[in-house]
């Protein structure tokens, strides 16, 4: 399949920044900042799942420590927002490279890394759900204070670009990723991992370097979550919803593809919320969607989204070119 | 130091919760030593086995006990048509696509019930469930000593069902040798559904065993699951004796940690436990090796 050009990206990301000038409706702009926010933080695990083949159901991990560092740098230590969240980054990059310094160096593949990422996420929830640092049960409310040095603005619009600029960012890194030797390996340990290594490639370096990557992208979720909401709580931060957000949104709109997480995230945040209009805002339901949805797409679309528009595009293609085939023949 | 008179019973009622974990746990390791899947909608199958239980009780007035002897069969039935019709065939015979099937199993079936019965905590009153049995040295609450002796029966039943019976050696045989099997004559697809099926049929007595002095809400299976997912990596993938002992350990270390250290920390014990089994001995500490 052909990768996404940047002319691509760059046509995909104005579209989108087109949007605050065509309506200022606040509903359609918290959908938006919704959609974008759990489309960066699916393409933090199409990084390592979609194109490394390293399923993780812990993602919440890297999520919650992004949202915890940037609100406990602030409020407890006096930092600047913009440099929380920075370091929220960071923190959550490093805690993807220990926990998959640890998983990969005992070999874990497969279902046991799903589960040892599911663990690491419920002990930091557990820790957070405790701690005093972390607001223990109470959870952090970060203090308003609505200037853009501080992070925080007056209306949606500033957040929606800030967001929109950290999907665009991290499209540019997937296609950066695609493009590299760094992605071959990567794809190379995702199809047969024995036989990458047998041709030199270092799986195990190359499977945390993409963790380090995967979780430091989740983790610039996390930050604009808690400035974005000004409050936390372990079972927003390290739940396991933002596990399964993380998963649902690239494996809908294509895993292992560039735009995936992107368009996933906007048909699955849609579903929801068709699902509520339906049956009022019940609890539970645009989750009950969303598992369904996993279950459709796996069982039916296995290449979700991407991988039905690409065998309709060569659908397409093949019976323009057939006529001529069959002169030749 | 803590004295005898409240280590030992800390450890009896370790060892009576751990053998209801041990219950759960089993369904978990017969799944995944036959089919080699890590089944993520167990925890939401044990609390959909829960709500059942509940509402046997507050609509039929059906003592858990008896509703057992109905909820199995029932949820024999639910696992092997959640196996046969769903898992199986949207898998495409890919391990990533079963976590993925089974994941989105759970969240629909936790969030159903969520949306039918609501976030609260319910719970059923029966005149036994605080009579306690006196050991001298310890109380120990009824329900849950009937419970560690019903687990005991269930697993010799299904040792038994194993090693005996017609279809036991064919789940034996497709574990050990899923082609050889095939090849045989034996219908894989029918037993994997049917072990399937006796992994939820655990769950429905679990879940009997447990409503009498537990609560319910829909949330309350992925507390177990944890703590299954643990046991059966402790025991040794797919070990069934390894699940029972492991069950009991974990039991015994929770309710040690839950002493020492408080209820909430108490389980990270287990999870902290977990991870390092999972990072240092994934072929558990005393199963057979995966």
Same mark, same amino acid.
Request: aromatic share 10%.
């Given at each position: ?24 409706? %606040? ?5 938006? =900042? ?14 390592? #799942? +979609? ?17 915890? =560092?940037?609100?406990?740098?602030? *409020? ?39 589960? =040892? ?74 199809? %047969? ?55 649902? #949104?690239?494996?809908? +709109? ?76 | ?11 009896? %009622? ?5 053998? /209801? ?71 495409? +015979? ?30 059923? %009153? ?47 045989? =497709? ?21 399937? #099926? ?17 609560? /319910? ?55 902290? *436990? ?17």
């Amino acid at each position: 399949m052909k990768g996404a050009s940047l002319a691509h990206i760059v046509l995909v990301i104005a579209a989108l920044a087109a949007v605050p000038l065509l309506t200022a409706s %606040n509903v359609v702009l918290n959908f938006l =900042v919704v959609a974008l926010l759990v489309a960066l933080v699916g393409q933090g695990w199409n990084v390592l #799942a +979609g194109y490394g083949g390293q399923y993780s159901f812990g993602h919440a991990a890297f999520f919650g420590t992004g949202a915890y =560092v940037t609100a406990i740098l602030q *409020m407890r230590y006096g930092v600047n927002a913009w440099i929380a969240f920075t370091l929220g980054i960071a923190g959550g990059a490093l805690v993807g490279a220990a926990i998959g310094a640890l998983a990969f160096r005992s070999g874990l593949r497969g279902s046991y890394f799903a589960l =040892v990422t599911l663990a690491f996420a419920e002990v930091l929830r557990i820790l957070a759900s405790v701690a005093p640092v972390t607001g223990a049960g109470v959870g952090i409310l970060i203090a308003l204070d609505l200037r853009p040095q501080a992070f925080q603005f007056q209306g949606r619009v500033p957040f929606y670009w800030i967001v929109l600029t950290l999907v665009a960012v991290s499209l540019l890194i997937v296609r950066l990723i695609e493009q590299s030797r760094f992605g071959a390996w990567l794809v190379a340990v995702r199809e %047969n991992e024995d036989a990458a290594r047998a041709v030199g490639v270092d799986t195990a370096r190359v499977k945390l370097a993409a963790m380090t990557i995967s979780a430091a992208i989740t983790a610039a979720g996390g930050g604009f979550y808690a400035q974005y909401f000004l409050f936390i709580d372990s079972g927003i931060a390290y739940g396991p919803w933002i596990s399964i957000a993380a998963l649902l #949104a690239p494996i809908v +709109g294509g895993i292992g593809t560039v735009f995936g997480p992107l368009l996933g995230a906007l048909v699955v945040k849609t579903l929801g919320e068709i699902a509520k209009l339906v049956t009022g805002d019940a609890p539970g339901l645009d989750l009950v969607v969303y598992g369904g949805v996993l279950i459709l797409v796996v069982a039916f679309a296995p290449q979700g989204i991407a991988g039905l528009l690409t065998s309709l595009r060569l659908r397409f293609a093949r019976l323009r070119s057939s006529p001529p085939e069959r002169a030749h023949g | 130091m803590l004295s005898l008179t409240i280590l030992v019973p800390a450890i009896l %009622n370790g060892l009576l919760t751990g053998a /209801v974990y041990g219950l759960v746990a089993l369904g978990l390791t017969l799944i995944y030593g036959v089919l080699h899947i890590i089944n993520f909608a167990h925890g939401a199958l044990l609390t959909a086995a829960m709500f059942a239980a509940f509402f046997a009780h507050r609509l039929l007035g059906l003592d858990p006990y008896l509703a057992a002897v109905v909820l199995t069969p029932m949820f024999f039935v639910l696992g092997y048509c959640l196996q046969r019709f769903v898992i199986g065939p949207a898998a495409h +015979g890919e391990d990533r696509n079963v976590l993925l099937v089974t994941l989105g199993l759970a969240v629909v079936i936790e969030n159903m019930l969520l949306y039918a019965f609501g976030a609260d905590t319910r719970t059923i %009153n029966l005149d036994y469930a605080f009579r306690i049995v006196d050991l001298g040295i310890a109380f120990l609450a009824l329900p849950r000593v009937v419970g560690f002796g019903v687990v005991l029966a269930v697993t010799l039943l299904l040792w038994l069902v194993l090693s005996l019976t017609d279809t036991g050696k064919a789940i034996r045989a =497709v574990a050990k040798e899923k082609l050889g099997a095939q090849l045989s004559g034996i219908d894989v697809a029918h037993i994997y559904a049917v072990t399937f #099926a006796l992994g939820t049929a655990c769950l429905a007595i679990a879940a009997c065993l447990l409503i009498p002095t537990y609560y /319910v809400n829909p949330h309350i299976g992925n507390a177990f699951v944890l703590v299954a997912f643990t046991i059966v990596v402790l025991g040794g993938m797919g070990s069934v004796t390894g699940a029972l002992v492991a069950g009991l350990f974990v039991g015994v270390v929770e309710s040690l940690c839950g002493l020492y250290l408080g209820e909430s920390l108490g389980q990270i014990g287990i999870f902290v *436990m977990f991870i390092l089994v999972l990072l240092f001995r994934p072929s558990g500490l005393f199963g057979e090796r995966a």
